[in-house]
């Protein structure tokens, strides 16, 4: 998705949002996403200059592939030397960049690596949708070869990375919470006319929640747990119970202390850093929380940047195989792209086997 940079770029961000109707559906689209960004625009602007004025989304993702490059020329030395690229959806450095770059590198295959964690035709979807329009644009002659690592949200590595930043919170409590303290693991919500349509993202962030809470019970951490949905914005119905009500909720019954974990993101960015640490913070507040932490983002956490390389070392080793699941379209309606994204997928699948 990305974030702007600064806060001339809050604006274009929220405009390609609001038009993208892989993300959010709206009557009258052309009309109503401009007049919804109009309305929101300087909000979100004050929002990002609480945290710093702009997001940190690319620092802490150049990072990540600075690293992970690092450790795939050690331990997939054969496939060396490698290149990250960065392509958001919605900001700069955007997918045409990334592929304009590699063209230019004369890069022969590539390996789209997600970084949402759990797949959603909103998320992953929309940037593998742009990323096709893009390369027939741009490469024509089909001189990349792509394949694709498109959910890993219950990766061993993965799941153990979470479970030591929310065990890290849970044992900074005081001794007389620790077992009580609701770990509230929370993420982007989707509209649920997605949901509806068999998008495969609640089930997929629900199974990441299951991993995380199995380790954590074999590190002795039996703290309750709830999974909630944070972001929803626009008229349309939401995935609930939303984060912030299950906040209140808590309070109102007597809870005191709570332990947030961001478990649909893996760096931080304006959902944490402004929605869940200062605008729920405020909420924890008045409904009487006294201990309201966060676990940490795992941003440049060596396991979560081992963890990125491991699943590209498997990717190479097991012969860059294509997701079954990314070629299986979802049982609602879907859009003519996304059905010409996989077919296109199924196309590189097709080219990458043909030359092993």
């Known amino acids: 998705m990305g974030g702007p940079r600064t806060q001339q770029d809050v604006e274009p961000f929220l405009s390609n949002i609001f038009a993208d109707r892989d993300i959010i559906k709206l009557p009258f689209q052309s009309i109503l996403g401009p007049l919804i960004v109009r309305r929101r625009v300087e909000k979100v602007k004050q929002q990002y200059m609480k945290i710093g004025g702009g997001s940190p989304i690319e620092k802490w993702t150049r990072i990540q592939g600075q690293e992970m490059v690092k450790i795939l020329d050690r331990t997939s030395s054969g496939t060396g030397p490698h290149h990250y690229y960065v392509g958001f959806r919605y900001t700069m450095p955007d997918m045409r960049q990334a592929v304009e770059e590699m063209l230019n590198d004369g890069i022969d295959h590539v390996v789209a690596f997600t970084q949402y964690q759990q797949y959603s035709g909103t998320t992953t979807g929309s940037n593998l949708n742009e990323l096709c329009r893009i390369q027939k644009q741009l490469d024509p002659q089909a001189k990349l070869r792509w394949s694709f690592i498109d959910r890993w949200g219950t990766h061993p590595k993965l799941i153990s990375a979470f479970a030591d930043r929310v065990e890290a919170q849970v044992r900074k409590l005081p001794r007389n919470m620790q077992l009580t303290t609701p770990v509230i693991f929370s993420a982007h919500s989707l509209p649920l006319n997605v949901v509806n349509r068999g998008d495969p993202y609640v089930a997929e962030v629900g199974g990441t929640v299951a991993y995380v809470v199995d380790e954590l019970r074999r590190r002795g951490i039996t703290n309750p747990y709830r999974l909630t949905w944070q972001s929803a914005v626009g008229p349309q119905r939401w995935m609930g119970p939303q984060?912030?009500?299950?906040?209140?909720?808590?309070?109102?019954?007597?809870?005191?202390?709570?332990?947030?974990?961001?478990?649909?993101?893996?760096?931080?960015?304006?959902?944490?850093?402004?929605?869940?640490?200062?605008?729920?913070?405020?909420?924890?507040?008045?409904?009487?929380?006294?201990?309201?932490?966060?676990?940490?983002?795992?941003?440049?956490?060596?396991?979560?940047?081992?963890?990125?390389?491991?699943?590209?070392?498997?990717?190479?080793?097991?012969?860059?195989?294509?997701?079954?699941?990314?070629?299986?379209?979802?049982?609602?309606?879907?859009?003519?792209q996304t059905a010409l994204t996989r077919e296109w997928i199924a196309a590189q699948a097709q080219r990458v086997a043909a030359r092993k």
Do not use: C, W
Not at 252 to 274: C, N, Q, R, W
Not at 304 to 332: C, M, N, R, W, Y
């Open 243 to 336: 984060t912030e009500f299950a906040i209140e909720s808590y309070g109102a019954h007597g809870y005191k202390s709570l332990v947030m974990v961001p478990i649909a993101f893996t760096s931080d960015h304006i959902e944490t850093l402004f929605e869940l640490d200062i605008e729920y913070g405020e909420v924890a507040e008045k409904a009487g929380i006294t201990h309201y932490l966060r676990a940490e983002a795992l941003n440049d956490h060596p396991p979560f940047v081992d963890t990125l390389a491991t699943i590209v070392k498997e990717h190479i080793d097991a012969g860059f195989p294509t997701s079954p699941q990314l070629l299986l379209a979802d049982p609602g309606e879907e859009s003519p």
